[in-house]
């Protein structure tokens, strides 16, 4: 079945700092590719989102670039601020109605 | 608009109890979902709607767990009798459409609960 996989946290960064966190999936078809992001004590939020191949997702500073050939939807950031802070989450649908969640990765960054 | 409003926040109670999770998804939303969300096992889909129709309750634990959707606006998860491997975070989320041009999921604060 579906599946994404992120890579493990936690991570820690000072601000200002350079964030990769990195998503792979494995899904039939072509998917949409996902970036929520949990800050404390609320619920998951879209950050940001692609829908076709090639196709660069953006928000808030955040990046990430759908790569059919590696199968991969790294999430970046130039220059880290503390209120970045959060748990990321990857994800993807394949057009049934409902995503299929990573496992999630807590960034924390220090002043 | 409100959101998706959840409640309660938290929830304490005793294994056996009767457990019951309230969700008001954001008005004119046509899909709801229910996900459960553990250290051990990250964010989980339970169950999801579609117009007060669920649509796919594959991933709805055990028998012990039970959804439903009886008008647009409030749904609710219920757990009887509650274990304490129940405990979670239990979220409910909304989306219009549910089709590839809106694939927007907004989720509620989640409703944290502990079973004794």
């Known amino acids: 079945g579906d599946s994404v996989t992120q890579m493990e946290g936690p991570v820690t960064l000072s601000e200002e700092a350079f964030l990769t966190i990195n998503c792979t999936y494995t899904a039939t078809g072509y998917p949409s590719l996902f970036w929520y992001v949990q800050y404390p004590g609320e619920g998951l939020q879209l950050l940001l989102k692609a829908t076709k191949a090639d196709d660069k997702g953006s928000n808030k500073g955040f990046e990430a670039t759908y790569r059919k050939e590696t199968t991969s939807f790294h999430l970046e950031k130039g220059s880290v601020q503390v209120s970045d802070s959060a748990v990321y989450f990857c994800?993807?649908?394949?057009?049934?109605?409902?995503?299929?969640f990573g496992q999630g990765t807590r960034l924390t960054i220090n002043p | 608009d409100a959101g998706v409003i959840q409640s309660p926040r938290h929830e304490v109670t005793e294994m056996g109890q009767e457990v019951t999770l309230r969700c008001k998804p954001i008005s004119g939303h046509d899909y709801l979902f229910w996900y459960r969300q553990t250290m051990m096992r990250g964010l989980e889909l339970l169950i999801y709607?579609?117009?007060?129709?669920?649509?796919?309750d594959s991933g709805m634990p055990e028998d012990r767990f039970s959804a439903k959707m009886p008008n647009a606006s409030f749904s609710t998860l219920k757990i009887q009798p509650s274990e304490p491997r129940d405990s979670a975070v239990y979220f409910c989320?909304?989306?219009?459409?549910?089709?590839?041009?809106?694939?927007?999921?907004?989720f509620g604060s989640g409703t944290q609960l502990s079973v004794l």
């Open positions: 989320a909304s989306s219009l459409f549910g089709g590839r041009t809106n694939e927007k999921l907004f």
């Open positions: 994800a993807l649908s394949s057009g049934a109605q409902k995503l299929v």
């Open positions: 709607f579609n117009n007060n129709v669920p649509i796919d």
